[in-house]
């Protein structure tokens, strides 16, 4: 999961303290008092050579990874250690959401340079803890080693899902709806105030807190995955929107081998982007379609008995859902625009590790 960012020279704001007094031990029993929520399915957690888990029987367990770099994935100077930690486990979440499934049990590795103190790893785990409960997700274990120089994160969420609701990318086929969750586009452009401080944005300041707060604080759809997993709808294929709307949707398309037609005049922009972006000469369609880590839900249904879920979802989930499209035979995506013109996507809009943006 990409967090792409301005990698400008790092400041150290967490100078050492004791980490070498208190050691990888006594740092690993300083996290695990400090983690407040418990989960009955634990039998064994935090201090033996494996967790031990108990699980219910008729589901699928889900596993998911990811690993975390610095000024690769984050950068301290726009990122607060809480905001690092909740972020951590979040962007896990939102990949077991996007199966279907519900959160159970996380594992967390972290290299430690000798530069970082003790106080910036109480607030790190502090957001992490905030999630953990939030979500209902117990840290059962994971390693504590040295980095020769930057900070490196590597957590796996391990989740269940319904044996016969687990949600994959390749299942839609041409006439099914293309839905997604809230709204795109805001993350993107809060990184990009995030890794402009001296740029002069135009517009209300609480704008820009709005467009900046979806970045450094998302908030994973495992509530509306569970609401589709148990409704009466027809999920196809789903994927969490990471890298941009363009470029997953593309991970569908391509495993259901299909094409797919977007409307620009549906794709759901929020009040705060089409605001700010007009005021700074932007235009907001482009982060919507290009810009990454919304974590918003992009799913497909049958088109059959598809009616009023954009009401339901409020009423069930307190979160707007909205038709973008449609899935084609036709390979490719093509946008139609507010006075019906096509036009061919060419290349997926968003986030690749090794070629940046796309």
Known sequence: MPWPGTFSKKVNKYPAMDLSKLGEFGLISRFQSRLKFRSSQVIQGIGDDCAVLSLNNGNYQVLTTDALVENV???LKTHTPEQLGWKTLAVNISDI?????????????????????????????????????????????????ASPKHLFINLALLGETIKKKVFTRSGARPGDKIFVTGTLGDSALGLRILETPGKKWKGPEALGKKLT???????????????LAKSKYKVTSMVDISDGLTQDLGHILKASRAGAELWESA???????????????????????????????LFTLRSRGVTNLDTESITKVDQPVTQIGVITARKGVRLISKTGRSTVLRRPMGFNHFKGKA
Not at 108 to 114: A, L, R, V
């Open 213 to 227: 707060q979806r970045h450094l604080k998302p908030e994973p759809r495992v509530a509306e995955a569970a609401w």
């Open 97 to 145: 959401a996007a199966m279907g499934g519900q959160p159970k049990f996380a594992v967390i590795s972290i290299g430690i340079p000798k530069s970082f103190s003790v106080e910036f790893l109480d607030r790190f785990y502090k957001g992490l803890n905030q999630a953990s409960q939030k979500y209902k997700v117990a840290l059962v274990g994971g390693d504590t080693v």
């Open 73 to 75: 994935h984050f950068n």
């Open 267 to 297: 794709i759901p922009i929020s009040k705060a982007l089409a605001k700010y972006s007009l005021i700074n000469g932007l235009p907001a369609l482009d982060w919507a379609l290009g810009g990454g880590e919304d974590y918003e839900l």
